[in-house]
Nanobody, 123 residues
Framework: VQLQACGGGMVQAGGTLRLSCAAS??????????MAWFRQTPGKEREFVGG????????VLADSVKGRFTISRDNAKNTLYLQMNSLKSEDTAIYYC???????????????WGQGTLVTVSS
């Protein structure tokens, strides 16, 4: 079971980044149908950013990123993308991808986690 997240980096406020999370075929085929992004800053709980359910086709985004972030999914590549536009300094965090069986906002509901990728937005 593997999730590989990449695409983080440093960008100025107002800039864009795209994160990718590739899942092994085994992860998605046998135990999960939902992939999501969370983020975390020091001293704070892991926060739901957005997710996509392969089964229902639903995509959900946190209010704090609606209108700026977009989630897409390439099922052929088992890859989830997070397109981040109009980045703000408060978006600075370590971003994690996760896989689970249902599209929820609770990090404890997710089974598999990637290693995290750092996004730094300078003002």
């Amino acid at each position: 079971v593997q999730l590989q997240a990449c695409g983080g980096g440093m960008v100025q406020a107002g800039g864009t980044l795209r994160l990718s999370c590739a899942a092994s075929r085994r992860t998605l085929a046998f135990s999960t149908n939902t992939m999501a992004w969370f983020r975390q800053t020091p001293g704070k709980e892991r926060e739901f950013v957005g997710g996509n359910s392969h089964g229902s086709g639903n995509t959900v985004l946190a209010d704090s990123v609606k209108g700026r972030f977009t989630i897409s999914r390439d099922n052929a590549k088992n890859t989830l993308y997070l397109q981040m536009n109009s980045l703000k300094s408060e978006d600075t965090a370590i971003y994690y991808c996760a896989a689970g069986t249902g599209l929820t906002r609770r990090y404890s509901d997710y089974i598999y986690w990637g290693q995290g990728t750092l996004v730094t937005v300078s003002s």
